[in-house]
């Protein structure tokens, strides 16, 4: 059984940072595209971010790229993602998902993330 369990998020201000975890288990990570989606409050889904760690590639949503980085211990089954210069636009509830940006196939529960000062 797939599991994915996020941790990390809070209440942060303006201009801090945050890092996500995303603990893995039940399928082989090393081989599987993971991604980062939020759900900002009243609003649809969007994509932030996609890692293919197979072949070292990561991809960003223009409205995260420079500031957000996605990266993988694959010692660990650990998906993260290192929020950094927050906004209050960024403010939402973050789910890792497994698979590459618009096709997954399990999510976790997802972790609040509230910038405010």
């Known amino acids: 059984e797939v599991q994915l369990v996020e941790s990390g998020g809070g209440l942060v201000q303006p201009g801090g940072s945050l890092r996500l975890s995303c603990a893995a288990s039940g399928f082989t990570f090393t081989s599987s595209a993971m991604s980062w989606v939020r759900q900002a409050p009243g609003k649809g889904l969007e994509w932030v971010s996609s890692i293919y760690s197979y072949i070292g590639n990561t991809y960003y949503a223009d409205s995260v790229k420079g500031r957000f980085t996605i990266s993988t211990d694959n010692a660990k089954n650990t998906l993260y993602l290192q929020m950094n210069s927050l906004k209050s636009e960024d403010t939402a509830v973050y789910y890792c998902?497994?698979?590459?940006?618009?096709?997954?196939?399990?999510w976790g529960q997802g972790t609040q993330v509230t910038v405010s000062s």
């Open positions: 998902a497994k698979g590459p940006r618009g096709d997954y196939s399990s």
